[in-house]
């Protein structure tokens, strides 16, 4: 595969390896010394899950827009961008939406009335075991898909950068990416994680504007003049609606799945969602927002540029040839324009944001694990030992980190942004339908909410497995195989109506009756965020 790079970026990718690898471990050295730093005040429950709350609006921001920017958002919009034009730039537009759905239906809400999970929301006014535990294994479910993108991200972004296009060589960078990420949540927790997001966040945004700009410069700042290269270069088709979900009425209804999977997944994602357990208050939790919309709205312009960029500068068929795929996107641009110093500087940039996004995931779903299930479900809320609980958070994330690393391997070369849009179908099918009936219905149950959680759950996992994402195509994850009956590659048409449905028919078939008192005390600590402060201080 590595034939396929022009001369000089084979050249260039060999002789300087080792300057890439310099960089990416200059970053791990300063990282690894601030969640060392952080570490030595992470002591209790609070510390570890929501960073003792002690971060202010504008870093949590900042952090929210480093755990929400992926690889999804660099490597893999980037890539879809250079190869399908304006079809790939619909993953910005997509992404950048579901976060104002997010924060206007559910984020402030959230934070007022939780404590640190998901499952505090869902289970305030429903019985308390059986819905934790739905919602705890529906996060894991949910941060599993997402930390394969990261992971497949990572195996793509190494085998460009040291040449590595042995499966084997690609595997074992994945498993040290997997350990590092289990370094930083075990010893540094939330408040360590939180430090390496805002790092990442601003190496980023900051890695994207240099690009953003030298590319226009090169084009006299004139955005018509790149757009028209890079039609020149790819076809006039990158510049019309169409070229990867026009061709079919298959691949139509493929698209609306799609919008619809990531306008709605954002706000079913726990991961995101934790962020707003770590200030200190609502105002603080309302200042982070206004900070992050900015900072991802910025970036995702920035996506634009990058993308046809690519697709001008290097070439389409250079970018699906290269080891990693249409991941390669950004790196590719970054040694066209810069040379070898700006391609390391961006596969460090790349490397941060995948070991960030994938630490906040691992904390979240060990966080979901020992809080939700272990202290309330098997402990009934009794843990003796307040330590015992965060320690129970660790080995899952221990445990959580070895299963993804296994995840990634077997995606690795898949697209991540693709891949991001599976755990957003997940999210939106899974976990939002039961958010919003059981914050805004007051009719709404225990068996509604089991039956949306698990009923979503299962149908996206199962459209999932038996789409062509998975087998039955070429680009699949195993292309081997063909199981694939349904043929949509994502669900979430057919999974978030099904999931809203399933919680309708739960609550009202169910004979449990509505705790009125409990929904009242929710709905004014929801919208005020009265006495949300003294149960969170516990």
């Known amino acids: 595969m590595i034939a396929a790079l022009s001369p000089l970026a084979q050249n260039e990718t060999a002789q300087n390896s080792w300057l890439n690898i310099g960089i990416f471990g200059l970053f791990v050295l300063v990282t690894m010394v601030v969640v060392f730093r952080a570490s030595r005040n992470t002591k209790t429950a609070a ?235 609502a105002k603080e939790a309302r200042r982070s927002v206004v900070w992050a919309i900015w900072l991802i709205g910025l970036f995702y312009l920035f996506t634009l540029v990058l993308g046809y960029g690519a697709g001008a500068l290097v070439g389409p068929e250079t970018i699906k040839d290269a080891p990693g795929g249409v991941n390669s996107a950004a790196p590719l641009l970054a040694l066209e324009i810069g040379g070898p110093l700006l391609l390391g500087f961006i596969a460090a940039v790349a490397f941060a944001t995948i070991l960030a996004v994938v630490a906040g995931l691992t904390i979240t779903a060990s966080a979901s694990f020992a809080h939700d299930i272990y202290a309330n479900v098997l402990k009934k809320g009794k843990v003796d030992d307040k330590n015992q609980e965060v320690k129970v958070a660790r080995i899952t994330a221990v445990v959580i980190g070895i299963v993804s690393i296994l995840g990634g391997i077997a995606a690795n070369g898949q697209n991540v942004a693709f891949l991001v849009a599976l755990a957003f179908a997940v999210a939106a099918s899974a976990n939002l339908p039961t958010l919003l009936y059981s914050l805004f219905w007051k009719r709404f149950n225990t068996t509604g909410a089991l039956w949306s959680i698990y009923g979503g759950l299962a149908v996206t996992i199962l459209l999932i497995v038996f789409s062509p994402a998975v087998t039955g195509s070429s680009d699949a994850m195993f292309p081997s195989l063909d199981i694939a009956w349904f043929p949509l590659k994502n669900p979430g048409l057919i999974s978030i109506p099904v999931s809203f449905l399933l919680g309708y028919l739960g609550t009202v078939l169910g004979k449990e009756k509505t705790n009125e008192a409990k929904y009242a005390e929710m709905e004014v600590r929801s919208l005020t965020g009265a006495g949300a402060e003294k149960a969170i201080s516990h």
């Open 47 to 281: 510390d570890y899950y929501a960073g003792g709350r002690a971060f202010t609006g504008p870093q949590n921001g900042v952090a929210i827009a480093g755990d929400y920017l992926s690889a999804a958002s660099f490597l893999g919009i980037a890539g879809a961008i250079a190869v399908y034009g304006y079809d790939g730039f619909l993953y910005s537009i997509g992404f950048l939406v579901a976060w104002l759905v997010a924060l206007l239906l559910v984020a402030e809400l959230l934070r007022n009335t939780g404590k640190y999970t998901m499952g505090d929301v869902l289970s305030f006014r429903m019985k308390e075991r059986p819905v934790r535990t739905a919602a705890s294994l529906s996060t894991l479910a949910v941060s599993f898909f997402y930390l394969l993108a990261q992971m497949a991200g990572a195996g793509g972004l190494v085998a460009l950068l040291l040449g590595i296009t042995s499966k084997s060589g690609q595997a074992l960078v994945i498993a040290v990416v997997g350990a590092l990420m289990i370094v930083y949540v075990l010893v540094g927790g939330m408040k360590g994680t939180t430090w390496v997001q805002i790092i990442k966040a601003a190496l980023l945004i900051a890695g994207a504007l240099v690009m953003t700009v030298w590319v226009l410069a090169m084009y006299g700042f004139n955005l018509s003049g790149l757009l028209g290269h890079a039609a020149e270069v790819a076809g006039p088709s990158v510049l019309d609606p169409g070229a990867q979900y026009g061709k079919t009425e298959t691949s139509k209804l493929d698209f609306v799945s799609l919008g619809i999977a990531l306008v709605l997944g954002t706000a079913g994602l726990p991961h995101v969602l934790m962020r707003f357990y770590t200030v200190p208050t």
